[in-house]
């Protein structure tokens, strides 16, 4: 292939109709082409959200996809209950032939400024280790790591945990515990009892009945809903098993609760009752007690950039596990 120059290459805002030139070019790029639930992964993401259709760009040559950034849509609630648009940076290939043009970049500040001018609030992410450089150099700032803490099902899970330091699987475990996350969100009412218990300060996420429906309704994800009694009202946790090396760890999503006694009760219980080695969650806001052992150093590192509106401090930021993990 003869030297390229970014002159070489289009580039403009992607289209639904983009898909069959975009998704081999992100299956290859991002080793995704064992994945038979992906295509649909990524529908259910960025054109199912309740939030909106994602904003994406596309870098063509002579009709190839070969660069394709995404930014999905977010919307959070500030101390003042004034609600502020968001976008999430995700889902960005480069294909490996075209390395060293700058694409990644190029796409990203592209959709900065078309999502300023349009006046969206701020962009944030959890970008790993090899990522986070490039946004740093693009007008991100690093906020803060997100603590992680656990609860170990027993003493004997304590050394299984120490043996399975490796990414979790993507997809879910089966479990017959608790409730199908997305048959019950279809009631609006049950929704709506449980979101009387959902974050109430800090910078967080606008949790909605359309939001909690869409948020759990992928089947492959297989989130479950635990209550505390058959009543909705008196709070419940969603969660999902997932495999973590020679463990199974319950990874607590939403803690919507309305005190921390019934959600460490009802942790206790998820683990009891599916058997998982230990349950994981974020230790910010009302979930901080329900998974009570820290794990320094181990959770997400949060980043976010202005758009239109300026992030808040860190100590602002309220999120769960829901809320980051995943995307």
Known sequence: MPKLTPADLEIRSAQPEDDPVVIPMLRESLKKGDDPH????????????????????????????????????????????????????????????????????????????????????IVFNTPNDQSRPGYLKMGWSVVRRLPVGVLPANPAALPKMARSKVPANLWSEETSVGWPAAEAFTDRGFAEALLQHAPAKGFRTDRTPEHLAWRTSFGPLRYRV???????????????????????????????????VTGARLVARVLRETKADYAIGLRTGPSAGLVPLPVPGAGPLLTSRPLAASPPPASAWRLTLGDVELF
Do not use: C
Request: aromatic share 10%.
């Open 38 to 121: 992906y295509e649909a992964f990524l529908h259910w993401k960025h054109r199912e959200n309740s939030f909106g259709e994602s904003a994406a760009w596309v870098a063509l040559h002579e009709g190839r996809a070969v660069g394709y950034r995404t930014l999905m849509r977010w919307r959070f609630v500030n101390d003042e209950g004034k609600k502020v648009t968001a976008v999430r940076a995700v889902d960005t290939a480069t294909h490996p032939d075209y390395q060293g043009l700058g694409i990644f970049r190029t796409l990203t500040l592209r959709g900065v400024s078309e999502l300023t001018l349009a006046g969206d609030g």
């Open 226 to 260: 635990l209550l505390a009694s058959s009543d909705p009202a008196e709070g419940g946790v969603v969660f999902r098993l997932r495999r973590r090396g020679d463990t199974v760890e319950a990874a607590i999503i939403e803690q919507l609760v309305p005190d921390a």
